[in-house]
RNA sequence: GGUCGAGUAGCUCAGCAAGGCCAGAGCGUCUGUCUUACAAACAGAGGGUCAAAGGUUCGAAUCCUUUCUCGACCACCA
């Protein structure tokens, strides 16, 4: 048996992935039990343009532990693929190749531009699809799916269809996010507030009133766009507003063009802020917008789709950038002596998510979707059934609802090539037919001659649809049948509002049911600084650059810690699951090379009374663990289940049960005891290798195979006849029978008792090679026999000992004895002629005592508080008073020690 | 402006929802070990007034209030 001596990831991450994807162990028909429960997971599917980043390893590994956990419970279960063509993003990439050669999008014209978007995709595309083959990521390739992929692109015309059936979507003008840039519209969603750079400024320019006697009253407006008021239409003040009452209905001669405008009176207006009088640009300002509407105001268009000037605008402005405007407005309002002041004012203007190019608010004709119908059905669901469930639950309950409540129409169409073209034809007559297909269209409309309308979707309108578009929707397919509604969502926050949200409210209208009855929201990943990754900061750490470095199944186990928490990244977590991932390997060679004639699965016959102490102790930890594991995921709870199932393999596996079963398996003699003692051995590894496995794919695979004798009869029985793997055996499901309390109490005390002598021994700097003697002082009959026989030879050769005698008491110990306290009543002395110093060891003895006393004397003040024996209950008293007399004990134990030595 | 979260050992984080088991883990630190699975290891040790101040309670890292410091999200005050 050559086993090296350090793991090597590398090895087992060539080996196994395509060996289970060949074998189709992620397709759910592996499983061959009819009356299977369900497990289904969509991916949040990434952009095709998209590379892998710490996030994403995130997400894949939580969805990949869920995933491979239910699959080994016996769920049928399907964690299914695929990519977004992310609209913008994948024009863009595209369109800057092209630029190399010179070329724009329109010199290729738009179906040629289309199909070299495809190429594309072909070729450079879905990169992230082969490193997720690198993660472990347990997903059915052979569903995988693409949201312009014809049946989603299907689904996405059937939606819309149906919706604007219903009246859910129209086409009309309003004003909209428009970015000068990418020369399209965007959702309010898709823009960022960001504070204005070099601090911004608010000017307070004066508007003359027209008066027929030919005074020079004016009022004066305050705007931090002064070029917007070329296109003013009117001047709004409060209509309680005492300082201008009498103004309202008069008119004002609007500067530089000489347009007369009125002044309105609208609640809108807030009286405090700057003069309390607002000019209103309907053209160029949401809210501007809003009053015109309701006030039937004119619309003056005078900055065009490139952030430039019209026409409108005036001869001198025409063609003119909005910031040139702004400075040409300024200079002439300095000129006609009406600029009041400017004065420095902070405040926040909106940026193209994508470019950070400053939006300009256009009015223009779009495709919109009114939510009121669509948000109700999510709202109720929340209400009634506190669904989706958000794990953590706060804030995200809250976060989630507050944006439905606040909804506003959404704006679905962009001014792009790459997309689902809108299933809407325009008639020579001007109609629009809305049509799930051009022959469609045409029946309706009657006639040949139609324009599909030259638009593209938002990017996730196909995303809304992805949990049942991907499983064949609109068709009632098998698929649908079964995987819908999917088990869980795992995804960042960012996209919450985006993508599950709208998936909410799609699913409730499409499939008549939520898409997903969990929804975990992970953390983020920081740098070391607390910041966020992000390119253009450069300071993200590369997920596969991780991977070379320590090994996918370690960073996997950092990663499942992170869970729901923003964490900072830092190796050094990376590194020491790397230890742990070795420990597994060296403990796993360990038993293999002690494990001929053994065979899983044996060793433990007849009752468990019949076993040895520590053999029911491991078996008692290893319930629990797989308690606590099974427990802990159940609640999302990934932290805790990776601590449990380290905590169990390091300290209870390794450095316990391996040591105590040293002997016993190690023996030179092929005895039928040798050959039970290996087989518990690799029966508890080979359990605890299942324990794992969701978390750490490779290395227990890698080990599992090299197990004497694993054969099919391992596998869960749900599937029976395929290859043997571990990823198909049954998770470990915990045996409430077999968690033995007096057991683990036992193991208990031998264990403390080791420590105890081995911190005699360092304390006394007693060399590893010096052997002592070791007196025990018990009246315990239990933990006599205990320390006296069954456990002696384990805590001879744990301790290095060369006996170990057990009296009722230490009375008669020598007195150059160095001495502990186990517990009340259990007292240990090593003998040690001459080594002793004995000033030192009534020393040491007293730290001890004294660290006790502290606690004795806070137990004793909480009992003679007479309001805590009459408020706390009764259990807690006793509970005290009995830590107390146990404490006490000790101390007593420890003073006759002192005395002892003097 | 609104809403919410975080501040626990040198570092990265648990614990907090249902208050009581001397406040936990990993890494780092100190001491000693190549003890035939593992030096990426073993054995042992040290390290925190749980951001600050009040309050509730027999009892608070955990509940309440205020303050400070970070951070996130939402927002139509020009």
Redesign the pocket.
């Known amino acids: 048996m050559d086993?090296p001596?350090?793991?090597?990831?590398r090895e087992a991450e060539q080996r196994h992935y395509a060996r289970w994807e060949e074998q189709n162990c992620f397709a759910p028909e592996i499983n061959r039990d009819a009356n299977a429960p369900v497990f289904s997971i969509v991916i949040p599917p990434p952009n095709v343009t998209g590379s892998l980043h710490m996030g994403h390893a995130l997400q894949h590994t939580l969805m990949d532990v869920l995933a491979r956990h239910k699959r080994m419970c016996g769920y049928r279960t399907l964690w299914l693929p695929g990519m977004d063509h992310a609209g913008i993003s994948t024009q863009l990439v595209v369109s800057r190749e092209l630029k190399k050669e010179k070329l724009s999008r329109h010199d290729l014209g738009r179906e040629k531009f289309i199909e070299r978007v495809w190429q594309w995709k072909h070729e450079s595309g879905g990169q992230i699809t082969k490193q997720m083959r690198r993660e472990g990521a347990s997903v059915d390739w052979s569903r995988e799916r693409f949201t312009m992929d014809e049946g989603l692109s299907r689904a996405v015309r059937e939606a819309f269809v149906r919706l604007y059936d219903e009246g859910m979507i129209y086409r009309g003008d309003r004003i909209v996010n428009w970015c000068p840039n990418d020369q399209t519209v965007l959702s309010?969603?898709e823009v960022?507030?960001v504070?204005v750079e070099r601090g911004g400024k608010?000017y307070y320019l004066r508007y003359p009133l027209k008066t027929t006697d030919g005074g020079s009253r004016h009022l004066t407006?305050?705007?931090?766009?002064p070029e917007t008021m070329l296109g003013d239409t009117a001047v709004?003040v409060?209509p309680a507003d005492a300082r201008y009452l009498d103004l309202i209905g008069a008119t004002l001669l609007l500067p530089i063009v000489n347009r007369e405008i009125p002044i309105i009176a609208d609640e809108?207006?807030?009286?405090?802020?700057?003069?309390?009088?607002?000019?209103i640009t309907p053209a160029h300002?949401?809210?501007d917008y809003?009053m015109g509407v309701r006030h039937n105001l004119p619309q003056v268009v005078v900055i065009d789709q490139f952030a430039r000037m019209t026409e409108a605008a005036g001869a001198d402005f025409f063609g003119l950038d909005r910031y040139k405007a702004r400075e040409l407005v300024l200079a002439k309002f300095e000129e006609l002596g009406l600029l009041e002041k400017v004065v420095d004012?902070e405040?926040?203007i909106s940026k193209c998510e994508r470019c950070k190019t400053v939006i300009e608010p256009l009015i223009s004709t779009q495709w919109f979707c009114r939510m009121d119908e669509l948000r109700r059905p999510a709202l109720e669901l929340m209400a009634s059934e506190r669904r989706p469930r958000f794990t953590p639950e706060?804030?995200y309950e809250?976060?989630y609802t507050?944006?439905l409540e606040?909804l506003?129409d959404w704006t679905l169409s962009r001014q792009l090539w790459w997309g689902h073209q809108i299933p809407a034809w325009h008639t020579s007559d001007g109609r629009v037919i809305v049509a799930r297909s051009e022959a469609e269209a045409r029946a309706k409309a009657g006639t040949d001659e139609l324009t599909q309308d030259p638009d593209v979707l938002d990017t996730w309108f196909s995303s809304a649809l992805w949990p049942f578009s991907t499983l064949g929707w609109p068709d009632e397919t098998e698929d649908l049948k079964t995987f819908y509604p999917t088990s869980v969502l795992v995804t960042a926050?960012?996209i919450i509002?985006l993508w599950v949200s709208r998936m909410v409210m799609d699913g409730l209208k499409f499939m008549d049911g939520s898409p997903f009855a969990d929804v975990f929201v992970t953390?983020?990943v920081?740098d070391?600084h607390?910041?966020?990754m992000s390119k253009t900061k450069g300071n993200g750490v590369d997920p596969l650059d991780v991977f070379d470095k320590?090994?996918v199944d370690a960073t996997r186990l950092t990663l499942a810690?992170?869970?729901?928490?923003?964490?900072?990244?830092?190796d050094?977590?990376v590194?020491?699951?790397?230890?742990?991932?070795?420990?597994i390997?060296?403990?796993?060679?360990?038993s293999l090379?002690?494990s001929e004639g053994a065979t899983i699965g044996s060793g433990f016959e007849g009752e468990p009374a019949s076993w040895a102490l520590h053999d029911r102790w491991i078996l008692s930890r290893l319930n629990r663990a797989a308690q606590s594991v099974d427990s802990a995921l159940a609640?999302y709870?990934f932290?805790?289940a990776v601590?449990t199932l380290?905590?169990f393999f390091?300290?209870d596996f390794?450095?316990w049960h391996?040591?105590l079963t040293?002997r016993d398996v190690?023996s030179d003699e092929a005895t039928p005891e040798r050959a039970a003692a290996r087989s518990r051995l690799v029966t508890v590894l080979e359990q605890a290798l299942r324990l794992l496995h969701p978390f750490m794919p490779y290395i227990t695979e890698e080990l599992w195979q090299r197990l004497p004798g694993v054969d099919e009869r391992l596998l869960h029985t749900a599937y029976a006849g395929a290859q043997p793997t571990v990823m198909l055996t049954a998770y470990p499901q915990a045996r409430i029978d077999l968690i033995d309390e007096r057991a683990e109490w036992e193991m208990q005390m031998v264990i403390d008792l080791?420590?105890r002598v081995?911190?005699i021994?360092?304390?006394l700097?007693l060399?590893?090679s010096e052997e002592i003697n070791i007196i025990v002082g018990t009246t315990d009959e239990r933990l006599q026999s205990l320390f006296g026989a069954e456990s002696l030879g384990q805590i001879k050769r744990l301790t290095r000992a060369a006996s170990v005698a057990v009296r009722p008491s230490l009375e008669g110990a020598p007195r150059a004895s160095a001495r502990a306290v186990l517990g009340a009543g259990v007292e240990v002395a090593v003998p040690l002629e001459g080594l002793i110093d004995f000033a030192q060891e009534r020393e040491r003895l007293n730290?001890e005592r004294e660290?006790?006393q502290?606690?004795a004397a806070?137990l004793e003040a909480?009992l003679s508080?007479p309001?805590?024996a009459?408020?706390?209950?009764a259990e807690?008293v006793n509970?005290?008073r009995e830590?107390l007399a146990d404490?006490a004990g000790r101390i007593q134990a420890l003073s006759e020690m002192q005395e002892a030595l003097v």
């Open positions: 086993i001596k350090t793991y090597d990831p309010d969603l960022e507030k504070p608010l407006v305050a705007t931090t766009r709004a409060n809108y207006v807030d009286a405090e802020f700057g003069t309390g009088a607002v000019k300002d949401p809210n809003e004012y405040f926040s706060t804030p809250k976060v507050d944006w606040n506003r926050r960012d509002f953390g983020t920081l070391k607390g910041q966020r320590y090994g810690s992170i869970g729901s928490t923003d964490t900072r990244w830092n050094t977590q590194e020491s699951y790397r230890n742990f991932a070795n420990k390997w060296n403990a796993a060679r360990f090379m002690n609640a709870d932290y805790a601590q380290y905590h390091w300290d390794c450095d391996i040591e040293k190690t080791i420590k081995r911190n021994r360092s304390e700097s060399k590893p730290r660290k006790l502290k606690e806070k909480q508080n309001q805590f009459e408020r706390a209950p807690k509970e005290t830590q404490i």
